[in-house]
């Protein structure tokens, strides 16, 4: 069965808590908090050597490597949603980058993207951990995401 990652609240908006979820086989989300995402926004700016749309394309896809990782079987086919169109390319060599540092030989056509509807699981589940329904099964701390998108 092929994994699906969906998103609810996108990481520039920092209004909210941002969840990325996994689902189909096997169910597994992550919350990162709207005051990490603040914190971690304005350290990357401060140190000038991204824009802001590229610390959002690094956070995502440190979110998506963090849920891969958990989720084990590092080569099994994953669908991750069309949030930033256009820009797959780049999240996809960041995603890959995390799992070369790590040491993790990750398969680049295991990752695709597409469109992951509102009847998804992993839509469902990313839904339910952002509106508390559930709980997330880990709370992604400013340490941890700063250190993965140097």
């Not at 050597?49 to 963090?66: E, P």
């Not at 891969?68 to 930033?84: A, F, H, K, M, W």
């Not at 339910?128 to 559930?134: A, D, E, I, K, L």
């Amino acid at each position: 069965m092929i994994r699906q990652i969906d998103q609810s609240r996108k990481f520039e908006q920092t209004s909210g808590d941002t969840v990325i979820a996994c689902a189909n086989d096997i169910q597994y989300s992550i919350r990162i908090p709207a005051k990490v995402k603040r914190e971690v926004i304005r350290s990357a700016l401060a140190q000038g050597k991204k824009s802001l749309k590229q610390i959002v394309f690094a956070c995502y896809a440190a979110g998506i490597y963090l849920v891969l990782c958990e989720t084990g079987s590092p080569n099994r086919r994953v669908v991750i949603d069309q949030e930033y169109e256009g820009h797959e390319p780049t999240i996809k060599a960041m995603i890959l980058r995390h799992f070369q540092k790590a040491g993790i030989n990750f398969t680049p056509e295991a990752i695709s993207f597409g469109l992951v509807g509102k009847d998804s699981p992993a839509h469902h589940l990313a839904w339910s951990v952002y509106r508390g329904r559930q709980t997330a099964n880990r709370v992604i701390t400013y340490t941890e995401l700063l250190a993965l998108i140097k």
